[in-house]
T-cell receptor, first 113, second 111 residues
Framework: KAGVTQTPRYLIKTRGQQVTLSCSPISGHRSVSWYQQTPGQGLQFLFEYFSETQRNKGNFPGRFSGRQFSNSRSEMNVSTLELGDSALYLC????????????FGPGTRLLVL | TQLLEQSPQFLSIQEGENLTVYCNSSSVFSSLQWYRQEPGEGPVLLVTVVTGGEVKKLKRLTFQFGDARKDSSLHITAAQPGDTGLYLCAGATIGDYKLSFGAGTTVTVRA
């Protein structure tokens, strides 16, 4: 079975721009979660989508948004980029039940200049 | 404040030595997971523990889930340079869908 894939792997943007990241989950997985990882804050939960609906949300500003498609693929969008948005963005997929193990993709490294 | 507190934050040891990483919380978890992450990559799942008091062994790695399901430990015997990485514990509180992560322990095994 193919693992979780994320595109692009690396991205450089400037302040004020917007960015869209993509995540393809493991086949059969219906839940996709997004995380931001920085050296100072560690792994922070952004949001989770299940069957095209946002089921959980972390404490991030509204500039961070996402969506999920009928094939379970998910996108995350960040508008009006700030320098502090530079991070590794990880997505993880699972079957979607409570306490299900999550499997991570390799991440997208975003650098905001 | 992190829901899961990991200690130590950094660990540097010589090849062949043993090490233990701790993950503690005041909350009860329905399950707890340990991941290892290498630079520039996503975390890779090592193990999931679900039963209080459970002990799981994966070659030289031993994972323990506390009786009260509030804490866990990872013990590595005879560490090797390939064990180098960031070790993360993560758990979902009972009835929750989302995972909370510890801040991680950076382990360096010197040859």
């Amino acid at each position: 079975k193919a693992g979780v894939t994320q595109t692009p792997r690396y991205l450089i943007k400037t302040r004020g721009q917007q960015v869209t990241l993509s995540c393809s989950p493991i086949s059969g997985h219906r839940s996709v979660s997004w995380y931001q990882q920085t050296p100072g804050q560690g792994l922070q939960f952004l949001f989770e989508y299940f069957s095209e609906t946002q089921r959980n949300k972390g404490n991030f500003p509204g500039r961070f948004s996402g969506r999920q498609f009928s094939n379970s693929r998910s996108e995350m969008n960040v508008s009006t980029l700030e320098l502090g948005d530079s991070a590794l963005y990880l997505c993880a997929s699972s079957l979607g039940g409570r306490d299900e193990t999550q499997y991570f993709g390799p991440g997208t490294r975003l650098l905001v200049l | 404040t992190q829901l899961l507190e990991q200690s130590p934050q950094f660990l540097s040891i010589q090849e062949g030595e043993n090490l233990t990483v701790y993950c503690n919380s005041s909350s009860v978890f329905s399950s707890l997971q340990w991941y290892r992450q290498e630079p520039g990559e996503g975390p890779v799942l090592l193990v999931t523990v679900v039963t209080g008091g459970e002990v799981k062994k994966l070659k030289r790695l031993t994972f323990q889930f506390g009786d009260a399901r509030k804490d866990s430990s990872l013990h590595i015997t005879a560490a090797q340079p390939g064990d180098t990485g960031l070790y993360l514990c993560a758990g979902a509180t009972i009835g929750d869908y989302k995972l909370s992560f510890g801040a991680g322990t950076t382990v360096t095994v010197r040859a």
